[in-house]
């Protein structure tokens, strides 16, 4: 008896399983078709709202484009007349350090123009001074008694450097007389 229980409970259980099958689908297109439509439309609503604002975003991208456009027409401009303003500069810098040069030489030729004059009125008065001597350096001056280079040596470095060249001169004098004699 309980296989035909079973059997008989089975087959109740699946025909109002089928029955509620029914009714579930049938509400749940109509709740579909009602509330399908209210989604449409809520979901249309928004649809309609964004196309709106991309419009808009749109417009306003237009209007930053022709505002970048412009800007950066502007820019060009500006570097444009920045590069000539700058060409002109350079041009007048190099006139100038070029001048500069020239008025650097002219000092540098007037200090030995003077310099020379100074020896020829120093011969002209005192008969005995050789100015073709090369102790008349133009480079040279009397420090403390002594002729020194001006070009910041001291007069010890001087006289150091004076015997060195005596000592020099002394020792390829004595390498001449030994060959000589040979």
């Not at 709106?52 to 975003?57: I, P, T």
């Not at 120093?122 to 002594?146: R, W």
């Not at 470095?157 to 001449?176: L, R």
């Amino acid at each position: 008896m309980e296989t035909d229980h079973i059997v008989r409970t089975m087959g109740e259980f699946g025909s109002k399983a089928l029955i509620l099958s029914r009714r579930v689908g049938s509400l749940y297109q109509r709740e579909v078709k009602e509330g399908g439509r209210e989604k449409v439309e809520e979901l249309q609503g928004k649809v309609d709202k964004f196309e709106e604002e991309r419009a808009a975003w749109k417009k306003e991208r237009e209007g930053w484009k022709v505002c970048c456009l412009d800007s950066e027409g502007k820019l060009n401009k500006k570097i444009e007349e920045l590069e000539e303003d700058y060409d002109e500069l350079k041009d007048k810098y190099d006139g100038a350090i070029g001048e500069l040069d020239d008025l650097k030489n002219c000092i540098i030729q007037e200090h030995i123009n003077g310099f020379e004059k100074g020896l020829r009125q120093a011969a002209f008065f005192h008969q005995e001074v050789d100015i073709a001597d090369s102790k008349s350096d133009v480079n040279k001056d009397v420090v403390d008694g002594k002729l020194v280079k001006e070009d910041g040596s001291s007069p010890d470095e001087e006289a150091e450097e004076k015997a060195a060249e005596e000592e020099k001169e002394a020792g390829d004098a004595e390498q001449v007389a030994p060959n000589a004699a040979e």
